[in-house]
């Protein structure tokens, strides 16, 4: 495996996206709109899993010499996925909603099913990593494009669209890493 060559790859110069958010104007959502915001911000593959899942991966990456780029990179991802976490929070408050990390249960407001560490994935096998990171990313853009048929909120639908422009910069690292490290 070239580890070198995927080391060499930079995250912010070659796949980083360089743009604002819209402001955050959304306000008023119907209940099926906030569920699924709560899935997306608190859920099994949500952005909570995301941060914690590219955090840990930092955690691991940073220790195996020769690696640091990419520990690096898994840090930034980590961080753009805190700002979409912190985005749907910030929808949430504004619409009223308690930003707690959690999804409700039986579309009941007063019962949670509480975020847990367990939904990450915990694998320490270099290739497994990313390939379940591009599971994981995916399946935020699928939940993402759900979102936006779901909504005939503008703001909100331009909000979603800014962050699966990350999401896909993501998968596109993530692809080159196992391309380059399989060479």
């Not at 070198?4 to 959304?26: G, M």
């Not at 991802?77 to 409700?104: F, Q, T, W």
């Amino acid at each position: 495996m070239n580890y070198e060559l995927a080391n060499k790859l930079d995250f912010e110069k070659e796949f980083k996206v360089n743009k604002e958010y819209p402001q955050i104007t959304v306000t008023n959502l119907p209940f099926e709109v906030i569920s699924k915001i709560k899935r997306l911000y608190a859920d099994r593959r949500s952005e909570m899993t995301s941060v914690m899942q590219y955090i840990y991966q930092h955690f691991i990456l940073s220790s195996a010499e020769g690696l640091e780029n990419i520990s690096h990179a898994m840090e930034e991802i980590a961080v753009k996925e805190m700002e979409h976490y912190e985005i749907l929070a910030k929808i949430m408050v504004n619409c009223g909603v308690d930003p707690r990390s959690c999804v409700y249960i039986d579309n009941n407001i007063d019962i949670c099913d509480y975020w847990k560490a367990n939904y990450v994935n915990y694998t320490r096998d270099f290739i497994d990593i990313f390939e379940k990171d591009i599971i994981l990313e995916q399946a935020g853009i699928n939940s993402y494009v759900e979102l936006i048929e779901m909504t005939d909120n503008e703001n909100l639908k331009e909000i979603v669209e800014r962050i699966i422009e990350d999401e896909k910069s993501h998968i596109a690292y993530f692809r080159a890493v196992l391309e380059l490290v399989k060479k």
